[in-house]
């Protein structure tokens, strides 16, 4: 009986001790569920302006590396009124789980403006983000909340135009004077796909710009050449003024090729431009040059022309080399052949002058060398900054005479003519280009349209 009753005891003491336990655990997962909840979430907004326009790019990131991302909602306030912009869901893991599926992260990409919002007005406005914290059965605690104000600027600058009348031809120059608000940040000529920015006009009033720019040579009517300003949250002015524009249809050219050219010509430029790579066959070759060559020279060009001076740092009309003939001129559509057969198509966007073998080469204008040295389908080239994103170009050229950076005069000898390049004999390629776009020559060779297209038209914006 005694050892009946010890052993009762015994059970009543671990019962008791079991007792205790499951008390234990039980007050443990009551704390769980009553202390462990998530951290707040971590968030960042990042717009990609600096205030909201028409389409503001805004990134919001947010994390939280322990439960994991609940519910998140973004919003834009302004005055009594929120705009819900974007609402996302995720289950974080329950509070009692140190495993299992959960996200960490969430990264949100959108646009906030005039374009999806058209109530938005001017004045200031509030991004805002709310991310729920990870909860328990018993406690929810306040969600994480992170704000932003940005300005709302909705009204592009002002643009006003200074020049009485822009006349202009395809392929051809203009300038033109405006004067522009101070929001703008970017302001010039579009025309097409060709943008031609401005520069601060010489003792001009406060916000007066002039703009060099060209009628794309492949564009017949001119209807998108425009003025535009941007400000810096992406409103944008735009403003014809053209006062009339004269088409001037491409003149049609055969050139007809040989193996003996080709031989002489491609072994030398695929030896010396790394950019393009030997084909299969001499005419594959040749086309690779005549193409793709030629089309990396001309985005070379164009980013030369954004190291251009702010001033025009010419006085007189340009002029052409002496005792020359033109044997080709300026936008000729091209069809080259070969036995007969038509193998390519590419426009001749200059003149090409011929004189005596190994001619002096002057410059047609007071300039800074840009650019000498061995230049892909133009073999031995200068290129010459007048200011303004005027350019001048020799190309084909036997020797060359003169450095990057150096500072020439007009009539200056930058070279001598040869057969460098693409060249079937020996000549000077010239070529005038306005921020990098090929123009025709003839105009600036011209000092009475100089006169009236270029300089009075400067005067007048004064």
Partial sequence: MQI???QARRRGHMRSRMLAVLTVVALALLAFALWRVGPAPHIEIEPGLP???PRTPLTVRLSEPSRGLGDYRIELVQGERTFDLVEESFRPRPFWAFWGPRELSSQV???????SLADLQEGTATIRVVASRAGTW???PDPAIAELELPVRLSPPSVQLLSQAVHVRQGGSGLVVYRVGKSSVRDGVQAGDWWFPSFVLPGGAEGARYCLFAAPYDDPNGSGIQLVAHDEVGNEARLSFISTYTSR???QATIQLNESFMARVVPEILARSPEVEEQESLLASYLVVNG???RINAEALVELSRSSRPEFLWTQPFRQLGNSQVMASFADQRTYMLDGEAVDHQDHLGFDLA??????VEAANRGVVSLARYFGIYGNTVVLDHGGGLMSLYSHLSSIEVEEGQSVEAGQILGRTGQTGLAGGDHLHFSMMVHGLPVNPLEWWDATWVRNRITRQLAGGS
């Fill in 4 to 6: 009946e009753r010890g």
């Fill in 51 to 53: 205030g909201i326009g």
């Fill in 109 to 115: 990409q959108l646009a906030v403006g005039r374009d």
């Fill in 138 to 140: 018993l406690r929810r």
């Fill in 249 to 251: 249809p491409p003149r």
């Fill in 292 to 294: 793709k060559l030629r």
């Fill in 355 to 360: 004189s005596y073998r190994r001619a002096p």
